[in-house]
């Protein structure tokens, strides 16, 4: 129901997501989302952002040992903050080549929608993106960035990220995000140490 409920805010936002809609996303009965969510909407958009934001730490995570298992073949090549960011980007630009532009992040989306309704949904969507920040800045660390600019530069990185994804979707095309990726390569790049 959770995973449900993540789907439909990224497509649709939290607004137009009901708890009709995530039961039958779910395919659960609509009785077991108020059993299992006693505070209703509210709680399953704050899990569903918890989620979310879990997620795309592991992702980080996946991330860095693809990056190193490629550099290890390569012999002696080293991954890069750079070739991270790439590896983030990628991930969307493919979702947007093969599903279209129909869907965005649903942290964001229900940073847009819920932060001024209710103080645990600004808490909420700031704990996913700890969630998120916090792998991506040991990833950094594991980079060679030194760990005073580590969190800075995590904070970048999904800044830019956000923003290229909600700019492919506003034009329906997937320059933001390549265009992103080129330019802060080089930033991120300098900032590991040899």
Not at 39 to 44: A, D, F, L, S, Y
Not at 110 to 126: G, I, L, W, Y
Request: charged fraction near 15%.
């Amino acid at each position: 129901m959770v995973f449900a409920a993540a789907q439909l805010i990224r497509r649709d936002g939290v607004g137009a997501t009901g708890m009709r809609e995530i039961a039958a996303r779910a395919e659960a009965p609509r009785g077991s989302l108020q059993h299992y969510f006693p505070g209703g909407k509210e709680q399953v958009v704050n899990e569903a952002v918890a989620w979310a934001g879990r997620y795309a730490g592991r992702r980080v995570d996946r991330y860095l040992a693809e990056l190193t298992e490629s550099a290890a073949r390569a012999e002696g090549g080293r991954p890069t903050p750079g070739a991270l960011f790439a590896a983030m980007a990628q991930q969307w630009i493919d979702e947007f080549e093969a599903a279209g532009f129909t869907t965005g992040c649903p942290v964001a989306a229900a940073t847009v929608d819920s932060t001024a309704s209710t103080p645990s949904a600004r808490e909420a969507t700031a704990a996913a993106f700890t969630a998120w920040t916090t792998p991506l800045t040991a990833a950094l660390t594991s980079l060679r960035v030194p760990a005073t600019r580590a969190p800075a530069l995590a904070t970048l990185m999904i800044s830019a990220l956000e923003g290229a994804i909600l700019m492919c979707r506003a034009h329906q095309s997937t320059a933001p995000l390549t265009t992103v990726t080129t330019e802060l390569a080089p930033l991120l790049d300098a900032a590991a140490v040899s």
